[in-house]
């Protein structure tokens, strides 16, 4: 019954292609769902020289005028998307950083856990 066969044999590749795109689409969303732990890794090698970073960092030397990550968090209606907003708009006398958009998404969600 060479017809069984054939239809059995296209069965099998459809199932496969549907597991492969559920696959494809777990790893888009596990690239852009925010990291806070990276984004406090790379605050902490390139914002800690003007802002205040994490609590830990209390009486590191900044310029007085920049606010801190937990200000910033804790400000009326902040979301990680003002916040992200924020760190793309250069700010000067920040310099301008290149950042990959996962990357602002990490930092803003860990701008965020600081929240007062
Ligand atoms: C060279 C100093 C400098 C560095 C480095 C720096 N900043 Fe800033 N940042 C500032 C200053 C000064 C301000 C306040 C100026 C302003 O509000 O326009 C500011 C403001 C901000 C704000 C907005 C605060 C608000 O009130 O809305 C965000 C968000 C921010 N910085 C994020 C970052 C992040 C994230 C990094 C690291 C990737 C970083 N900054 C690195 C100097 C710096």
Redesign the pocket.
């Known amino acids: 019954m060479p017809w069984l066969a054939h239809t059995t044999s296209s069965r099998a590749v459809l199932c496969g292609a549907a597991v492969i795109s559920v696959a494809l689409a777990g790893a888009a969303l596990a690239q852009i769902h925010p990291d806070a732990k990276t984004g406090k890794q790379?605050?902490e090698k390139?914002?800690v020289?003007?802002?205040i970073v994490g609590a830990s960092a209390a009486g590191a030397s900044v310029?007085a005028?920049?606010?801190s990550?937990e200000?910033?968090a804790s400000?009326p209606g902040q979301t990680a998307e003002?916040?992200a907003g924020?760190?793309v708009i250069p700010?000067?006398?920040?310099?301008q950083?290149n950042?990959t958009r996962e990357e602002i998404g990490d930092?803003a969600a860990y701008?965020l856990t600081l929240k007062k």
């Open positions: 790379i605050a390139l914002c020289g003007c802002h310029p005028d920049v606010p990550f200000r910033i400000k003002s916040i924020a760190i700010h000067p006398p920040m310099p950083i950042l930092i701008i």
